[in-house]
Nanobody, 118 residues
Framework: QVQLVESGGGLVQPGGSLRLSCEAS????????VGWYRQAPGNQRELVARIRWSGGSSYYADSVKGRFTISGDNAKNTVYLQMNSLEPEDTAVYYCNAASITSTVDYWGQGTQVMVSS
């Protein structure tokens, strides 16, 4: 059974930081593109950052470039999203997605809430 479990969300003041974790079981993330998406109320889900360990490529949405960093830990089969200089506009539910690089299979986590407010 494949599971992606996100953690690390919470309430933070503007300018603060959070680190989100996406721990996988049942699959090896090394053979997947792993992305962090977010969805704010009334908005569509959007891709924030994505990493592919095979080749080491990464992608960031323009809105988070220079503030967010995606990384992976092979030993822990976990992908992280370090979020710095958080803004109220970053408030959303953040989801982890793992998309196979060899098939059309993909998996989603349950989401973790991030709220940026003073």
């Amino acid at each position: 059974q494949v599971q992606l479990v996100e953690s690390g969300g919470g309430l933070v003041q503007p300018g603060g930081s959070l680190r989100l974790s996406c721990e996988a079981s049942g699959i090896s993330l090394r053979t997947y593109r792993v992305g962090w998406y977010r969805q704010a109320p009334g908005n569509q889900r959007e891709l924030v950052a994505r990493i592919r360990w095979s080749g080491g490529s990464s992608y960031y949405a323009d809105s988070v470039k220079g503030r967010f960093t995606i990384s992976g830990d092979n030993a822990k089969n976990t992908v992280y999203l370090q979020m710095n200089s958080l803004e109220p506009e970053d408030t959303a539910v953040y989801y982890c997605n793992a998309a196979s690089i060899t098939s059309t299979v993909d998996y989603w986590g349950q989401g973790t809430q991030v709220m940026v407010s003073s």
